[in-house]
């Protein structure tokens, strides 16, 4: 990613008394409070204007040998803030403007232990993390992190619970005080003023995923876990080699959905790009032999409905390359789907034909997406990667999609939680090797993103999440309508999601209890709302070729944006994106909406002024509703301006995509 230093003022923050630092958002409306209590125990607190957001909480850790929640004696706190913009090498925004305050709080403990803690405040939000800045003593086994959050009010939450497998649950809201579980990371609030919050951690690389839980009246910090050589949980959370630096642990504060939407704390507080050539990395839609295994009329496995045969992959690469989708997934075609045991990532069953397929792939100018299911053996993985990789590679493929099915998974460390230290060490190692091949990963099954993929932009997108497969086969019926309204103001906030949207076709005769809930417009919309730069259009060229002008959307929508916007949403009930296209004046509107009927206002006030532009609106039908008839829709095509404003009805589980083009 291309960085720019606008300007890099130093010590503009305001340290109201040395024994209490406080630090102040660019704005002002922001502040972190900072002191150690009589025992020397740190704490924290966070104000909005005269607001107490979260009142004095813990900092801290025990390790198997130190209490590190109190003894700390204050050396030094130090202030400096920074004003810079950076390019990335794709997103949700070409440009993201970086302006902080920070304040390092320097703390040397009874034990002769220095610890650091760095706050940062932003105009939307605040962060900090700890930093052991000397290698003394040379490692640290922590057992408990002692970060909690009082807040001041019982808030409503969206969450899942901590135990979600691969975070695939449907998120639920509830206050606070009702939160029984330990819930995953990360969390977004509806504050008692009618404002929003999301907490998370950002910069993952080295340490166990946070999960939290509500005790006494404050959310505490649980760490995942090691776990022994019989797969029963340790008292130890993370191994780190000193000097160390945890993950951000991050609170956006937003008055309304846009700024917690727009909001890019996360990705500011990871490293810049560490990666020097990055022309290979390229945003792209794709098909692929996927949704058929999903559906049972095809199979992962040889047999009679082999589904990655050399004969699919070429009528799914021509489908591809003759409809403007710039690659193609195929599961399925490497040894092992019989047992799941050993899978091989460089050997395919004998009706593949890897070498006539990538010269194909070539000659059509298409990508061939890679597929490497692991069945959780991250071990096994780890020893073929680099032959695995070299592989693709020569076979001209920039793209894997992983895959960890399986509730624990097996690293070099035994089996472990994929969200614990070990797990993230592992799926860091793979995006590090994959990036030394030129490969950019879709990973499914991961640990919940933190915004890596600013220092490693060719981690693309990722699962953790109940995606579109669970209307194939969930034994509940599939996902509830809102489901998707409910996304992107949590688990997307997170990082870009590989949900598969653009299913056209809802019933499933192989499960006949279980269905999308959704008309064929809302599949539009999702494209749009859901953001993955590796975006996956999931149904089958045939169902495709049933609605070839409503498929005229997917062909056209990209999935690389020079900004995007929320137009309006709540959370659970509706949501409109306008993306504007990287590189391009047009604008692409998507929308989605649970149950009810509704109708959408769209102002066109983000269009330029000094242009007509012509719409084409793809929108529900005057019958359409996802359980009656949801493939009742309509396509229009209008002259509009910046001045406009669209009025357009929603249906049950509806939804309307729009594509403007600025007339020349
Ligand atoms: C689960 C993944 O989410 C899905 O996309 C994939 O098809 C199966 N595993 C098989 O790898
Ligand atoms: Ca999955």
């Keep these: 990613m291309k960085r720019f230093l606008l300007l890099l003022p130093i010590l503009c923050i305001f340290l109201s008394c040395a024994r209490e630092p406080r630090l102040t958002s660019p704005d002002g409306h922001l502040s972190v409070l900072f002191r150690l209590t009589d025992e020397g125990a740190p704490r924290y607190a966070v104000l909005r204007d005269a607001d107490t957001i979260i009142r004095w909480s813990p900092l801290g850790f025990l390790t198997d040998s130190l209490d590190l929640s109190r003894d700390f004696r204050l050396l030094d706190s130090r202030g400096s803030s920074s004003d810079e913009a950076w390019e990335t090498v794709w997103g949700e925004e070409r440009l993201i403007r970086d302006v902080h305050h920070e304040l390092r709080v320097s703390l040397l403990h009874a034990s002769g232990l220095h610890m650091d803690i760095l706050f940062r405040a932003f105009d939307d939000g605040v962060a900090f993390c700890y930093d052991f800045p000397e290698p003394k003593p040379a490692s640290l086994t922590i057992t408990d992190e002692l970060t909690a959050y009082r807040f001041t009010a ?396 409503a498929f005229r959307f997917i062909e056209q929508v990209p999935c690389d944006w020079e900004q995007s916007r929320l137009v309006d949403g709540r959370i659970g009930e509706f949501c409109i994106f306008a993306r504007q296209q990287r590189g391009a004046d047009d604008w692409f509107v998507g929308a989605v909406n649970a149950d009810d009927p509704r109708e959408a206002v769209v102002p066109l006030s983000m269009l330029r002024a000094d242009c007509a532009y012509t719409a084409t609106i793809y929108r529900d039908g005057p019958k359409a509703d996802w359980q009656t008839a949801p493939y009742d829709y309509l396509i229009e095509t209008r002259t509009l301006s910046s001045s406009d404003t669209l009025r357009i009805s929603m249906a049950s589980g509806g939804g309307f995509a729009i594509r403007l083009t600025p007339d020349k």
């Design 154 to 549: 019982d808030h409503a939450a969206w969450s899942i619970p901590w135990r979600t497998e691969y975070y695939e649950g449907i998120w639920t809201r509830s206050p606070l005080s009702q939160k029984a579980d330990t819930l995953c990371s990360p969390l977004t609030l509806e504050l008692a003023d009618g404002s929003y919050a999301f907490l998370h951690e950002a910069a993952l690389t080295d340490y166990p995923a946070q999960n939290l839980y509500m005790a006494d009246g404050e959310f505490r910090t649980y760490l995942t876990p090691w776990m022994d050589s019989a797969a029963c949980v340790l008292p130890d959370k993370a191994y780190l080699s000193l000097p160390f630096r945890s993950p951000w642990r991050f609170i956006v504060l937003a008055h309304d959905l846009p700024g917690l939407v727009a909001s890019r704390i996360m990705l500011c507080l990871n490293e810049p790009c560490r990666l020097d050539d990055t022309s290979w990395i390229r945003p792209m839609k794709f098909i692929g032999i996927w949704w058929g295994m999903h559906m049972k009329s095809m199979t992962w496995e040889q047999g009679p409905r082999h589904g990655a045969t050399t004969e699919n992959m070429s009528r799914y690469l021509q489908f591809a390359h003759d409809h403007n989708i710039q690659a193609v997934l195929a599961e399925g075609w490497n040894l092992g789907w019989e047992d799941w045991r050993h899978f091989s990532f460089t050997e395919p069953y004998p009706d593949w034909d890897m070498d006539r397929l990538a010269h194909l792939a070539d000659s059509l100018g298409v990508q061939i997406v890679g597929h490497n299911e692991t069945g959780g053996n991250a071990a096994d993985y780890e020893q073929q990667l680099e032959d695995a990789y070299a592989y693709h590679q020569s076979h001209g493929i920039h793209a894997i999609k992983t895959g960890y099915v399986s509730p624990i998974i097996r690293t070099r460390d035994g089996l472990q939680l994929n969200k614990s230290q070990s797990g993230v060490r592992h799926y860091r190692h793979v995006i590090e090797t994959a990036a030394r091949y030129h490969i950019m990963i879709d990973n499914h099954e991961p640990v919940m993103p933190t915004g890596l993929q600013r220092t490693f932009p060719n981690l693309m997108t990722q699962e953790g999440v109940r995606g579109q497969e669970w209307n194939a086969w969930s034994q509940d019926g599939g996902n509830p309508a809102s489901h998707v309204t409910v996304l992107p103001f949590t688990r997307i906030l997170a990082g870009p999601v590989d949900f598969t949207p653009g299913v056209f076709s809802f019933e499933n005769p192989a499960m006949p209890g279980t269905r999308v809930h959704s008309t064929l417009m809302n599949q539009l919309g999702l494209m749009v709302c859901i953001y993955s730069p590796l975006q996956m259009a999931c149904d089958l060229p045939e169902n495709y070729m049933k609605y070839p002008d």
